[in-house]
């Protein structure tokens, strides 16, 4: 089995977002890579896209998607997965991912990334779409851990187990959200190693770190804010157990600081990954 799905390793990057278009093009900083969420250039004209053009002739694009449903009981949309390739083909991103969620049922979108039941009937389900996602793309798709808030009671299995049973059954790979694996820890009150000892880590193409909102007796996934020590200390944990490395990304979408502070934080990732190198050693 080839690591990382034969794609390459990034480096650190930043999602891309509009408010550091006019500082990334005129001060063209040093940063390995930047994921674009999908779903904001499918338009075939337009500003945003003639800017993200201009950026991804300068570096690696990765592209993240939040509408693709996977888990939804509603037939594929055959005309956003075009669209996904088509976009990819033109910025030459390196792999498409999105999330293990639905986001509607019955044509109506609720914009928001909501939890798959855990269980081999939806595994099943779930799988066929991948394959038919990743026959579109000619290419693996990349699948991430959302944060949930709520379960079904029907579940049967973990979603690591749940993850680990679609990358046997697609090929797919992973895309690993370190905050997203503690946000839903502290929601539902599961180790996070345990979750780390389940999925294959041959198959993690990507990490994210972000920040989140800690109310007390539960947690938000926000992107609003610096990652906390937590976070960090379990990435160390990922970054140890992943041992052919992986891209890494930092997300902040709400009260979006200037690009040095955002790029400050990302870039704090190294001195993790060293401890985590120096630890395994």
């Known amino acids: 089995m080839t690591p990382r799905l034969g794609l390459p390793d990034l480096g650190i990057g930043i999602g891309l977002r509009s408010a550091h278009y006019a500082h990334i093009l005129e001060r063209r900083p040093a940063l390995g890579w930047f994921e674009i969420v999908s779903d904001n250039y499918l338009e075939d004209a337009g500003r945003p896209l003639e800017l993200l053009d201009r950026i991804a002739a300068r570096y690696p694009i990765v592209m993240h998607g939040v509408s693709l449903s996977i888990g939804s009981t509603d037939p594929l949309d055959h005309d956003y997965v075009r669209r996904l390739v088509r976009l990819r083909d033109r910025v030459n991103a390196r792999w ?70 679609l990358c046997a059954a697609t090929g797919c790979g992973l895309l690993l959200d370190v905050n997203n694996v503690y946000v839903s820890s502290r929601n539902h009150g599961f180790d996070p190693r345990a979750y780390f000892d389940g999925i294959p880590w041959d198959r993690v193409v990507q990490m994210h770190l972000a920040g989140h909102s800690d109310n007390g007796d539960h947690c938000v996934d926000t992107h609003d804010g610096p990652v906390i ?39 704090r990732a190294r001195r993790h990954m060293r401890t985590a190198a120096g630890a395994v050693s």
Do not use: K
Request: charged fraction near 20%; charge should be negative; glycine fraction near 6%.
């Open 229 to 267: 020590d937590a976070v960090w200390q379990l990435f160390a944990d990922a970054w140890r157990r992943c041992p052919d490395g992986a891209s890494v990304l930092l997300e902040w979408d709400a009260r979006l600081p200037a690009f040095p502070v955002v790029a400050a934080e990302a870039r």
């Open 96 to 165: 498409v991912s999105d999330h293990l969620c639905w986001t509607g049922v019955a044509g109506r979108n609720t914009h928001d990334l909501l939890p798959v039941p855990l269980t081999r009937a939806s595994l099943r389900h779930i799988a066929d779409r991948v394959c038919a996602v990743q026959d579109a793309l000619g290419a693996p798709l990349v699948i991430e851990n959302p944060s949930t808030y709520a379960a079904f009671r029907g579940d049967t299995l973990s979603e690591w187990d749940f993850l680990a049973g």
